[in-house]
């Protein structure tokens, strides 16, 4: 949706200070309105929900502006109407530059959070990985794909038969 246009929206500096310390953390080089994009998307596909925690945001200082694609806009302003009265509630807020303060500091929470469930390997760990992929190769022949997505379908492939164990052994 991109083609839709853009638009901006109001945060405190310390809101945009810690967005971009999680963009620098999660996504080196990307630009703010990017990380408030590929946040949005990582919600709606589920990877992690916002929760509200118990944080004091700082809402002092002047606004400043910042441009983001109209569907990032259209998407908080959706939040906004679905969620106003629980933020009301817990945070006291009474506007929409409030509540998109309280409600990225949420996301950016919920996301560590999230992460803090994601097992970190090197790629040297992977040496097993990288050997499967050449002996299938040469079974393959010229059919083999490339190795990104070999890793990505046999890691699945293993998720799955590891998540199947599970619920066997949890009968």
Do not use: C
């Amino acid at each position: 949706m991109p083609s839709q246009g853009y638009s901006t929206i109001g945060l405190k500096p310390s809101i945009i200070g810690e967005l971009q310390r999680i963009t620098d953390l999660y996504y080196p080089g990307m630009f703010l309105p990017s990380t408030l994009i590929i946040t949005m998307n990582e919600i709606k596909r589920g990877y992690y929900t916002p929760e509200m925690y118990n944080i004091k945001v700082d809402l002092s200082g002047r606004y400043n502006s910042l441009t983001i694609r109209s569907d990032v806009k259209d998407w908080l302003a959706e939040n906004y109407k679905n969620l106003f009265d629980l933020y009301a509630e817990k945070y006291g807020i009474n506007n929409f530059a409030h509540f998109v303060s309280y409600f990225i500091m949420n996301i950016f929470q919920s996301k560590l959070e999230s992460q803090a469930q994601v097992i970190r390997l090197k790629a040297s760990e992977f040496k097993w990985l990288i050997q499967e992929y050449k002996k299938r190769k040469k079974q393959n022949g010229a059919q083999a794909v490339t190795f990104d997505r070999f890793a990505d379908e046999f890691l699945r492939e293993l998720l799955e038969k590891i998540n199947e164990a599970k619920k066997i052994l949890s009968m």
